[in-house]
DNA sequence: TTGAAAGCGTTACCAA
DNA sequence: TTGGTAACGCTTTCAA
């Protein structure tokens, strides 16, 4: 029976309990040299002849000794990046994307590189409080901050604590010299989007924004106006965040004279409420009625029909992420291969996916 | 200008740095005691006169303090848990739902509670190597496996380092006692499905059974066939995990001779193909064939017809969650206020959300 | 009820 | 190129 002997065996303090993991010191022991010798040898440090560094590594590895997180960190300073993620349930497809936003952070940041910790918050205000005591309780080197808003209190907290971080977005005003951002170039999309929906003949585009408070929607909106404007065609903004405000802004716009021809919403959920509200009222997508989701998401294919939308390259935005990291925590080693990304980056938007929803207007 | 003046000061090596954050020894001084006071003053540990504790208490808040997580690991061990999402870009409702699951663990936690990161690998071998190492580097106290398969290397693995785990689903074998079990039941609910179903008529119902790993698939099976049976229905099995291998299932069952007259799928994605399939064989649902999914998410509204769904109380399963886990790291102060839930648990699920996609048979 | 001091595992400085 | 050793911030004996 191998039971746990765990508190003070009166015995040799150091020798083999049970279920230790071994330290530094098993390893200097081991290999008979001292522990400075050996933390040296493991972290590539340059003043250990070459026969020891690599007996060293060997005893190392046999022992199957890993660096403890604590000791490290406590000597060092913690090593590890934190991501709060503000998810009130509602946000389906974002939420789902924001894993790929980790994904490819991670694999930016590489197996042995550090650690990308992701937390849930369910208000904006709520992650700001958790990366406070976070910051304070030395819990992580800097944190991500994905969909900044224009009043961020995250960014505030952050900023009053002078963490370091990279920020998903850009945000007005001057950074703190310890902060990264990484923004989506949605605005030459939407611009695109424009051109798209002008080619067909569209002349009455609605846009029907996302939140205020996100800074994503504007930008787009802007983008969107600017390029059919160049072509004569006019563009309506309708604010209705949410399936219920949505669905309710929507209905009326739709009922009205000189109704829109196309529909451009901000994500897919919402673009789903619109062709809902449009098969209500008698209108069939896309010949009365083009729709575009501003958000490419898994849902998109299962609407009826699946919807033209704007594509979100995520994974790679979350490399970014991962590269601006790198570059926040102390530009050490990137993953190599990898071309070493700048630490502020726009990460690039490809061509509208064209699906079932959009066509030229009714004549 | 606020330089930092990093390295070694000459002059008093504890006073005023910068930007240091203030530790128990300021704290101490500032209150006139020991460390040690100080410290079971901050746990709440008796030895400590009322007066001094209260003073203690005062003082460490004007300062600001708060306890560096890794002086306090390295002493006592990790608190924290981690939980690795497995996730490869496909599963949209799931990986949202898993964020729900977070957030229910969370408030289960408590704001002072023990801290819950998640990460997420691409595959389970994968979140199984990522848990090794973090508790090999003692960074976790234990660990939260969702979504637990039948053949599951994350529990082999948990098993083989004897690491305490919270276990989303059952598992066949008896567990290690440092484990708890949350499950839903899902059996019931699948059950009344099949009690449903007969109901309104149907005699041949089909089964679009996802992943074989999941072990919740099986289980759902199962209970729905034996509904079933007991009220002269049947049920066919099909496989077909992923929206391309469904829709190669799909087809041929709607196409053959006794095509099922109601097919039930494991999640809302494969749902929505069954529909697409459907549509595309001039098959009306849900006039010509029902359609239920077997786990609600956002995704079912978009649909047209929306989709009669399975309940998914994905945040109570966190809420068990939260609770098991407390059990698991050291059965302290639970979050009060709640019942303190039993560490092993099963999480009831509701009844059948009934929408469009479900109606008697055609004649 | 309080204080002094010994760790926890690593890193990094200073001497040898 | 090596070894000894003092931090890092906290918890927890053991004495006073």
Redesign the interface.
Known sequence: MVSSSRPNDPVHPHTTRP?R?PTIVDVARAAGVSTAVVSYALNGRPGVSASTRERVLRVADEL?W?????????RSG?AAAGLV?V?D??N??R??S???L??GA?EALGVDGP??????A?TVAGAATLME??W????YAAFVVPHARSDDARLAALRRL?APAVVVGEVPGVSPPGWRHVSLDDAAAFARLGSFLADLGHTRVAMLAGSEELLAPRRRTAALRAALGERGASLRTVAGEG?DKAAAAVRPLLSGPDRPTAIVTDD??TA?VV??VA?RLGLSVPWDLSVVAGTD???C????PSLTAVPFPV?ELGLAVGAALLDVLGGDTPARGAPTAPGNGTVAVGNLVVRGSTAPPPS
Chains 1, 2 share one sequence.
């Open positions: 279920d993991r199957g890993r660096p403890a997180t604590a000791a490290r960190s406590l913690p993620l998810h349930g509602r389906g497809a939420a789902a924001a894993l790929d980790v994904v991670q650690t990308l910790a992701v937390h849930v369910p005591t976070w304070t309780e030395r819990r002078n399936a897919d959920a789903g062709l809902d098969r998401a898994a849902a294919h299962l609407t009826t994974r």
